[in-house]
C-alpha cells in the first residue's frame, strides 16, 4: 500500500539550534499536511501544501510532489517546540491521509 | 482550542461493552474521517463521510463498528463489544469537500481505554 517514510525517529536539539524532519512518498501524492502531537494528544495543524514552499514563524515546510518528498524545516528551536511532529498525505481532497510514524522532537536547554 | 469538537475526551470501558464517542466537525466542513492512533502512535483510517455517506472504510470498521454522521447531529463512531486492543485515542477530522483538497482539522481526541 501507500507508504509515508519519515526521519528521523527522534530528535534532541539544544535551544536555538535547528534541524530539518524528512518525509518520502512511495506514490505520487496531491498534498501533504505537518502536525504536531502535544502531550495531551491533540494534533495542531502546523501546514497544508499542495506545492512549494510555506513559512510561518521559525518553520517552514516544501512540498515537492513529482520527486515524492516533504519536509519540515524548525530554526532557533524552543522548549515548548517538544513533541511528536507527523507528516501525512493523500493523494486527493477526500482520500483518506497516509500518516509517517512521527518525529519524537525533545528540546532540551 | 480546535473547531473539531470531539466527546467525550476520555471513556473507560469494560470488555465487551458498547463504547461510543462523538465529533461535531467545523463549520462549512461536509467530510469527516476518523483514526485510530495506537501506543505505538501509528495511524489507522477507520472510515471516512462525506455528508451523511460513507466513503470508504476498512473491513474492522465494517464489522465491528457502527458509525454514522446524520445531519444537524453530531458525528458518532460506537465500538459494538469493546476489546482491549481498542485501547486508543481516537481521532475526527473534518474538511472541505473536492478533488482539490484542503487541510484537516483535527479534534482532541477521545482516548479509549479497555480494561
Known amino acids: 500500500g501507500d507508504q509515508v517514510e519519515q526521519s528521523p525517529s527522534a530528535l534532541s536539539l539544544h535551544e536555538g539550534t535547528g534541524s530539518a524532519l524528512r518525509c518520502n512518498f512511495t506514490?505520487?501524492?496531491?498534498?501533504v499536511q505537518w502536525f504536531q502531537q502535544n502531550s495531551r494528544g491533540s494534533l495542531i495543524n502546523l501546514f497544508y501544501l499542495a506545492s512549494g514552499t510555506k513559512e510561518n514563524g521559525r518553520l517552514k515546510s516544501t512540498f515537492n510532489s513529482k520527486e515524492s518528498y516533504s519536509t519540515l524545516h524548525i530554526r532557533d528551536a524552543q522548549l515548548e517546540d517538544s513533541g511528536t511532529y507527523f507528516c501525512a498525505a493523500r493523494k486527493g481532497g477526500n482520500y483518506k491521509y497516509v500518516f509517517g510514524a512521527g518525529t519524537r522532537l525533545k528540546v532540551i536547554a | 482550542n480546535s473547531k473539531v469538537i470531539q466527546t467525550p475526551r476520555y471513556l473507560v470501558k469494560g470488555q465487551g461493552q458498547k463504547a461510543k464517542m462523538r465529533c461535531i466537525p467545523e463549520k462549512g466542513h461536509p467530510v469527516v474521517f476518523w483514526y485510530q492512533q495506537n501506543k505505538n502512535n501509528e495511524f489507522k483510517f477507520l472510515i471516512n463521510f462525506q455528508n451523511q455517506e460513507v466513503l470508504q472504510q476498512i473491513d474492522m470498521t465494517e464489522k465491528r463498528f457502527s458509525a454514522e454522521c446524520p445531519s444537524n447531529s453530531p458525528c458518532s463512531l460506537e465500538i459494538q463489544s469493546s476489546e482491549a486492543g481498542d485501547s486508543a485515542l481516537y481521532l475526527c477530522?473534518?474538511?472541505?469537500?473536492?478533488?482539490?483538497?484542503?487541510?484537516?482539522?483535527f479534534g482532541s481526541g477521545t482516548r479509549l481505554l479497555v480494561i
Open positions: 477530522a473534518s474538511s472541505p469537500p473536492g478533488q482539490g483538497g484542503s487541510d484537516y482539522t
Open positions: 506514490t505520487t501524492m496531491r498534498a
